[in-house]
């Protein structure tokens, strides 16, 4: 199928701190996630996992190494270009949700649409889009309730919502299911599944082994180094197969 | 991103808070207020002494005796009393009239406080007023029954007097006074007119006051013998000019002849001649004390104001630190932070300051109502109150705008 390369990072370091104190978060990784990937990253705390994913989000840059993002170098962009590039380019999904409170799912999924500065749409065709992605992940009845009317795994929804509505070419989820009953997490996990069929590159931080077993390639971090990255043999499988009962909450 | 996206994210931001906005606000309210309501009291202030002034009468030059102050406090009867330098004679009024060219009309005053009798009523303490036959013409006043007396009266010493109004009233009720007699002291006056009511101007209760030829005062109710022996003095002569007289000429001509007739140098007279501008400047340096004062006590408030509001932005931010750890995630710049929280801090301190405009404009209506307070509100000062607000919302939204925009988005999306 199509081989282009979504994520390269290359020798990438990332060293907190000064002097004596300091501690190699990332230590001379390299990576490479082609597109329609769908990649989980596990690691024990203080692995490197949260600060790998801060950098593939744009969120943070490294102290050295270089980070090619869909082509184009971000590794030593500004702070008002790094939110460009998270703008248009990423969708990021966490584990605490981060919606805004007493904010209408509606006008949460609008929010990146309001920051974009590259295509200037309407009122009514940023409506419209918002709309659209929200159907999409199932809340088109719920679309003026606030986030404090709607249950855990549709406040999710709603932040899948707001991740896909810039069309990014990839979404980051930290720990998608970690605040959600199995239920509403099963739901959630089905729900990244539909979007990587169709087509999302996906790279999703989680320290569950059965969640990570949605993914269809595992990284495991130890230490600011990657351990081991294999292909997921149980994802030969369709996922729907999976046993629902294989899947608990943390 | 759109402008009135920003505002409407801004409003949305300070709806959520109603109550601490309008806390927030209250700061601006109360500067913005004050500053109307100040400006407005002493406008009308200055525009009542404005009217009082121009009330004296136009076109009139003032003529003091010059007191040095040793003199001043020696002076055992106060101005025009035996032994101070200086001092102006009734002559001097005569002379004015016919040597300077451009007077229309001179008037003197000397004035003496005694206790009047009539039929109805003993008053102590009024006060009578020694004038010559001009002082109707010169002090605008007109007469309400009989007549003012004449130069001839008034020469030969004539026992006659003209009442102020509410002094008619006092002393004959409903009586028509003209005719009747009034004692002061040993003296019988005849009473022979009646002004129209004049009001109280300046410091003067022009219709408390009885009027008399000065002569008469000067013989019958001067304090004491040294003072006649002095001559006639007058505490102030009123020269009235033509309209086409120049201002300045006619000044300087009077001061040459009456340093001539007093023998005294211009360096060092012993009277004073000023005008109704000197009184206007005067008033009009006192007004601009007081509103400078007042500048000062609102440039203070909206000071404080201002803090109040930074303060408020500062909280809000830490605050909502979490917010906007969300808004840089899906992508707002520095810039957009910046723009968000500066337009909050302009929103808060703009719709403060509305709402003071309607406070101030509302109070200065209520102070002139209730308080009997004159006031003016000036378009100029509800501008300049509503910019300042402006201005200060911007000045201290700044810098918690700032603080938002420099947040790490890492660190933000942890706070909790």
Known sequence: MNSRTIIEIDHLTKIYGMGDAQVCALCDVSLQISENEFVAVMGPSGSGKSTLMNILGCLDRPTTGRYVLAGEDVSNLNKAQLAAIRNQRIGFIFQSFNLLAQTTALDNVLLPLLYRRDEHLTDAEQKQKALKVLQAVGLGDRVDHKSQELSGGQVQRVAIARALVNDPVLILADEPTGNLDSHSGEEIMALLTELHTQGSTIVMVTHDEKIAAYAQRIIHFVDGRIETDHQNGKFARHPSTVEGGNYAPE | ?416
């Open chain 2, 1 to 416: 991103m759109h402008l009135n996206r920003v505002i409407s994210i801004a409003w949305k931001g300070l709806v959520k808070n109603k109550f601490r906005s309008l806390l927030t606000m209250l700061g601006v309210i109360i500067g913005v207020a004050a500053v109307i309501i100040m400006i407005s009291v002493s406008k009308g202030t200055e525009t009542t002494i404005a009217e009082r002034i121009s009330s004296l009468g136009t076109n009139l030059i003032f003529v003091q005796p010059n007191f040095s102050r040793g003199d001043f406090r020696g002076g055992p009867g106060g101005p025009g009393s035996p032994g101070s330098s200086g001092g102006l004679v009734f002559d001097d009024a005569a002379a004015i009239a016919q040597q300077v060219e451009g007077v229309a009309g001179t008037a003197v005053e000397q004035n003496t406080e005694q206790t009047v009798k009539t039929a109805l009523a003993t008053l102590t303490d009024v006060e009578l007023l020694g004038t010559t036959p001009d002082f109707p013409t010169v002090r605008d006043m007109s007469l309400a029954s009989g007549r003012y007396f004449t130069t001839e009266e008034m020469n030969q010493k004539v026992k006659v007097a003209v009442l102020g109004s509410s002094l008619a009233t006092e002393l004959f009720g409903d009586t028509p006074p003209v005719g009747q007699a009034i004692s002061v002291g040993n003296t019988k006056l005849a009473v022979i007119g009646v002004f129209n009511k004049k009001g109280v101007v300046g410091n003067t209760d022009f219709d408390a006051r009885m009027y008399l030829p000065i002569k008469v005062v000067f013989q019958k109710f001067t304090p004491s013998f040294f003072a006649r022996m002095a001559g006639d003095r007058v505490r102030l002569i009123y020269v009235k000019l033509d309209p086409q007289a120049s201002m300045t000429d006619t000044i300087l001509q009077i001061q040459l002849l009456l340093a001539r007739r007093h023998n005294v140098t211009l360096d060092q007279p012993d009277f004073t001649v000023t005008t109704q501008q000197d009184l206007i400047t005067t008033q009009e340096s006192t007004t601009a004390a007081f509103r400078s004062l007042l500048a000062w006590v609102a440039a203070v408030s909206l000071l404080v104001g201002g803090i109040g509001i930074m303060n408020i932005m500062m909280v809000s931010v830490t605050e909502r630190t979490r917010e906007i750890g969300i808004r840089q995630s899906v992508g707002a710049s520095p810039n957009d932070i910046r723009l968000q929280f500066l337009t909050e801090a302009l929103l808060l301190s703009l719709v403060g300051g509305l709402i003071g405009v309607f406070v101030g404009v509302g109070g200065s209506y209520i102070f002139s109502k209730l308080g009997g307070m004159r006031t003016v509100v000036l378009p100029g000062s509800v501008l300049l109150a509503f910019s300042s607000a402006a201005a200060v919302g911007i000045f201290f939204g700044y810098y918690p705008a700032n603080q938002a925009a420099q947040l790490d988005p890492i660190e933000a999306l942890r706070h909790e």
